[in-house]
């Protein structure tokens, strides 16, 4: 029985989280991948492909595979939702600075994740979610594209969006992302 979907599904129908701070290391002074379960730095990505989705929630998402592992994958995951953030208007081309609202998971219309170690049998390990960077958005409907720049990740308690306390951080310095 695959258990993970449920979590992944509270991951794409949740918003928000704290502003706690993080007593991690900066993502330059070293990474440990072992701990954290993720490449970290990412540095620039190119051009990549993902996945476009609805979630539940009616929430638009793109998903990029980062890593197909062993011994789990690793996900970019947006999810686009109309009504919150910066989408309280509706979906919308732009640029968007993640601040605010869209900082938080709890709140989110533009939220910005890492799935880290996603495993068949017992799904994800780890979840990350930036609370900063800029992302452009080319289209917003299918097939979705656009591109982001110096995204900070942190990991975050799935269920609660909190900061967790000592945990990793990643970071992807630029990404250009479509869909199919």
Do not use: H
């Not at 449920?6 to 991948?33: E, I, K, M, N, R």
């Not at 970019?76 to 609202?101: C, E, H, S, W």
């Not at 969006?161 to 945990?167: D, I, L, S, Y």
């Amino acid at each position: 029985m695959r258990l993970w979907p449920s979590l992944v599904l509270a991951l794409v129908a949740c918003g928000g989280g704290s502003s706690d701070t993080v007593d991690a290391p900066a993502p330059d002074s070293g990474y440990d991948t072992a701990k954290c379960l993720i490449k970290g730095l990412y540095g620039d990505l190119g051009t990549v492909t993902g996945v476009a989705g609805t979630s539940t929630d009616g929430s638009k998402t793109i998903t990029v595979n980062l890593d197909p592992g062993p011994p789990g994958k690793d996900d970019f995951f947006l999810k686009l939702t109309a009504g919150k953030g910066v989408f309280a208007g509706g979906l919308a081309p732009g640029t968007f600075t993640i601040t605010g609202p869209d900082g938080n998971f709890l709140t989110c219309g533009l939220c910005t994740n890492l799935i880290a170690d996603i495993k068949p049998t017992t799904g994800p390990t780890k979840f990350y979610f930036a609370d900063s960077g800029t992302v452009t958005l080319s289209s917003v409907a299918a097939p979705f594209s656009g591109s982001a720049q110096n995204l900070l990740f942190f990991e975050i308690d799935i269920m609660t969006g909190n900061k967790v306390p000592g945990g990793c951080m990643a970071k992807i310095d630029a990404v250009t992302f479509s869909t199919p």
